[in-house]
């Protein structure tokens, strides 16, 4: 999935009100921010297949590290410990935070080719959701409209950029998911790398950003 991930991330900001939206999606989205690194490190290995499935060209041939339920479990537990010792919150926001980094791996298994490992190692799922583009789009794009909603709910702009700013990324999620959707397979795996770092950190800025100019009702 791709804004699916994200509409878990505007949905927990019920839950968590106190929460930056850039640290709620960091952890919805943490499986794909570690991948490109250790793509990159020749850790986890990506193939370009165009055809591999309808939505996607890609092949994921091995990701035990960023992508399998055990692993992400372990980076949920942590990422969960480090931000309540160092912000000091509940364990409410502990529980969201590694139950987004765990939710990773459920919408993934949900969407992909029996390619999602339990473990490093071990048995790979996938209910293959990726096989038909409009069963995808509609899926997530109803996920990511309920979800913003929610958002938009839970928050209320401070000034112009706290409403207008996020108009403006709730549009640009969209743009980028219609123009990934089925379009043209990537130039090489070092780009895949370079637009998924770049990719991932200008999203965080955009989204810490705007949630700044936002305060919850």
Not at 28 to 50: K, M, T
Request: charged share 10%.
């Amino acid at each position: 999935m791709f804004i699916g991930h994200f509409a878990l991330g505007f949905a927990a900001k019920r839950a968590t009100p106190r929460v930056s939206l850039a640290m709620l999606f960091t952890a919805a989205q943490l499986a794909d921010l570690l991948w490109p690194l250790l793509v990159a490190a020749g850790i986890e290995q990506v193939r370009i297949d165009p055809g591999n499935t309808a939505f996607t060209p890609l092949d994921f041939i091995s990701y035990p590290y960023s992508h399998s339920l055990v692993t992400l479990v372990v980076w949920g537990v942590a990422l969960g410990f480090v931000y309540t010792r160092v912000r000091g919150v509940n364990g409410l926001t502990f529980a969201v935070l590694a139950s987004l980094v765990v939710s990773h791996w459920v919408l993934d298994f949900v969407t992909h080719r029996p390619d999602m490992p339990l473990y490093p190692g071990g048995p790979k799922f996938g209910l293959e959701l990726w096989r038909s583009i409009r069963a995808t789009v509609a899926v997530e794009s109803t996920m990511f409209a309920i979800a913003a909603w929610i958002y938009a709910r839970t928050t209320r702009p401070r000034d112009a950029i706290g409403r207008w700013g996020f108009v403006g990324m709730v549009l640009l999620f969209l743009v980028s998911y219609v123009a990934a959707s089925g379009g043209p397979p990537p130039p090489s795996i070092a780009a895949i790398c370079i637009v998924g770092l770049i990719g991932g950190g200008i999203t965080l800025v955009l989204a810490w950003w705007v949630d700044a100019h936002r305060e919850p009702v």
